[in-house]
């Protein structure tokens, strides 16, 4: 199974913004899809969980963040592009960590995005990381 594909700036001193994006593999999401995917962001810190930043129905208006990143990041989903984005803007050394971008099946309908042990599809992560 080919993973989400991720990209974007990884390094940056600490009140900096970083933007990550993430593709999904063929045509899985592709903008001729109706229906609405949860697609979302992960991070995981050296020696911590797993835990969820943020997630977006790709169709939808709702949005999902995590309280430690509300009113500082911003997921959102371009159809076009077929591309998932995460701008982090006034970054913390506490953001630090590998990014890791999911996605569920398209029958998937819950929480968005889920707990990380039902999550269908990963990326294989992107390290950030942030200079005081």
Not at 17 to 27: F, W
Not at 28 to 52: D, H, N
Not at 56 to 76: C, E, M, N, P, Q
């Amino acid at each position: 199974q080919v993973p989400l594909v991720e990209s974007g700036e990884n390094s940056v001193q600490a009140g900096g913004s970083l933007r990550l994006s993430c593709v999904p593999p063929g045509d899985t999401y592709s903008s001729s899809t109706l229906s609405s995917v949860c697609m979302g962001w992960f991070r995981q810190a050296p020696g911590k969980e797993r835990e969820k930043v943020a997630g977006i129905y790709t169709l939808g208006a709702t949005r999902y963040y995590a309280d430690s990143v509300k009113g500082r990041f911003t997921i959102s989903h371009d159809d076009v592009k077929n591309t998932l984005y995460l701008q982090m803007n006034s970054l913390k050394p506490e953001d630090a960590g590998t990014y890791y971008c999911a996605a569920m099946d398209r029958r998937y309908y819950g929480s968005c995005p889920p707990a990380s042990d039902l999550v269908h599809y990963w990326g294989k992560g992107t390290l950030v990381t942030i200079s005081s």
